[in-house]
């Protein structure tokens, strides 16, 4: 079977992972966050989203650890719960990030066109042109893609640096002219808690779509130079990074923006209404607003580059499982499969094109589909949860079989699903008080669909779950 060339390295890996999860959430989203939960219960939703994803990507990297393949997700379901959950899972993830890729070129597109200077292209011109940007970046090699990766996320970590570096200095009174701050905002009003439970299970759904991206690093796998050292290192830092990240982050804008500050709601959406541009205003930083933008740019481009790596890397993994069309099942000299992603790019560019002709029904469509991403998360714990129960059943050591083991199994699965499970009921907590049966329906109609694929699969092709027993435990090889 021919193999992806292993030219990842374990900096790339980081920031790719980082890269995906940092992104206009934390730039644009994180103001309306603290608005409407207050100031507590943001940091509070922030911090059970970042303990989840913890268990989550240490599930994640015992997975990728001992089974390095590219497109990941739907190879473990395969190997470890059912072919048909692994064809559902794998077909359902690449829909999911092309949409993804294609909101974020979209976005891109319209960021742009806050500087005059851009104004005479059209939105959809350009969003053509970063098309042609990010084929480019995955075209190559590689290495190309992680240099340019690890680039374009180093530009938004060292942006939230300063940011924190400024706001701690505004907090103690040192910058921006007045007496210190310190932490009166928190109790400003009705802070640290605002608008009850309601308006903290809306915020904790923000938090957990905020954090997604962050399994990106699996996909990795199969083009890291040497997965068990690389995998487990980039998730640790990874995990630990993000959430100083967010934390830190969220409760520097707390501090100094009171939650009740119109410009935190940001309705009209635009840059110069950012809490970091606010921040950054109130010392009088000339063009923070440019500055800003700059940066979310970038941030856009950045997960534009991980969500179409993620996607080929997804399709091709299909096709080696014989789950998609054969001809995906190429690679080119350099060892990439430029098949997969040129059918990711058509897929991409026609979301683009129904986009422009009808936004409306394509960000509803969207909106639908991103309750499939608690899905995958859900499906990467059965998988992990499974590979334990198969060791254990036949007869193995978890010392002599896992190079990298999650820490507190079986308390971290368990903390995932409980989690995934409020998610999903906080999504649509105020339909279900209300009984408003047609929101419920369209909330979660994707998950349906999930199951109606996963049910049609396995009826055309028989497959079974596979017992515990047959399992396969055999270690993986791979060329370095």
């Excluded at 921040?279 to 700059?294: E, L, M, P, Q």
Aim: net charge positive.
């Amino acid at each position: 079977m021919e193999e992806m060339k292993r030219g990842l390295k374990t900096r790339h890996i980081s920031m790719i992972a980082i890269g995906g999860s940092i992104g206009t959430g934390l730039f644009m989203a994180s103001g309306a966050v603290i608005t409407q939960a207050g100031p507590g219960g943001a940091l509070i939703a922030y911090s059970i989203i970042g303990v989840m994803l913890y268990f989550l990507m240490t599930a994640i990297g015992e997975l990728a650890t001992f089974y390095p393949v590219s497109g990941s997700f739907s190879a473990y379901s395969s190997r470890f719960v059912d072919p048909s959950a692994g064809f559902t899972v794998g077909w359902l993830y690449w829909v999911i990030w092309a949409l993804v890729t294609s909101v974020d070129i979209l976005t891109a597109a319209k960021v742009i066109t806050y500087w005059d200077v851009f104004q005479n292209v059209t939105p959809f011109m350009w969003s053509i042109l970063f098309i042609i940007i990010l084929f480019l970046l995955n075209a190559f090699t590689v290495k190309a893609f992680g240099e340019a990766e690890y680039w374009l996320s180093f530009i938004k970590v060292i942006t939230i640096i300063i940011f924190l570096i400024v706001g701690v200095l505004i907090i103690f009174g040192i910058l921006g002219g007045n007496d210190p701050i310190g932490l009166s905002n928190f109790t400003y009003k009705e802070a640290p808690f605002v608008n009850g439970l309601s308006g903290f299970l809306g915020v904790l759904l923000v938090a957990g779509f905020s954090f997604g991206g962050t399994e990106v690093v699996a996909v990795t796998a199969g083009e890291s130079e040497n997965p068990k050292e690389s995998m487990p290192k980039a998730i640790k830092q990874v995990f630990w990074r993000i959430l100083l990240f967010y934390i830190l982050a969220i409760a520097v804008i707390a501090a100094i923006i009171p939650y009740t500050d119109p410009l935190l709601l940001n309705k009209a959406n635009t840059v110069t209404q950012s809490p970091f541009t606010i921040v950054f205003d109130k010392v009088g930083i000339a063009f923070a607003a440019s500055i800003i933008n700059a940066v979310i740019l970038t941030a856009l481009i950045s997960a534009g580059n991980s969500g179409l790596y993620a996607t080929s890397r997804l399709l091709y993994s299909l096709a080696q499982h014989k789950q998609a069309p054969k001809f995906i099942n190429n690679l080119n000299k350099r060892d990439m499969p430029f098949i997969s992603l040129c059918v990711t790019i058509v897929l991409i560019f026609c979301s683009i094109v129904y986009a422009t002709i009808n936004a409306d029904g394509y960000y509803r469509l969207l909106n639908m589909l991103g309750a499939l991403v608690t899905l995958v998360w859900a499906m990467s714990i059965i998988s992990h949860i499974r590979l334990r129960m198969a060791i254990k059943k036949q007869g193995k050591s978890v010392e002599d079989t896992l190079e990298y083991k999650a820490p507190l199994y079986p308390l971290g699965p368990i903390i995932v699903l409980a989690v995934i499970a409020f998610l999903l009921i906080g999504q649509s907590f105020d339909s279900i008080m209300s009984m408003d049966i047609p929101i419920l329906i369209e909330s979660f109609l994707p998950i349906l669909i999930g199951f109606v694929i996963y049910f049609v699969h396995k009826g055309i092709t028989k497959s079974k779950i596979i017992k515990l027993e047959h399992i396969d435990l055999s270690k993986h090889q791979y060329k370095k």
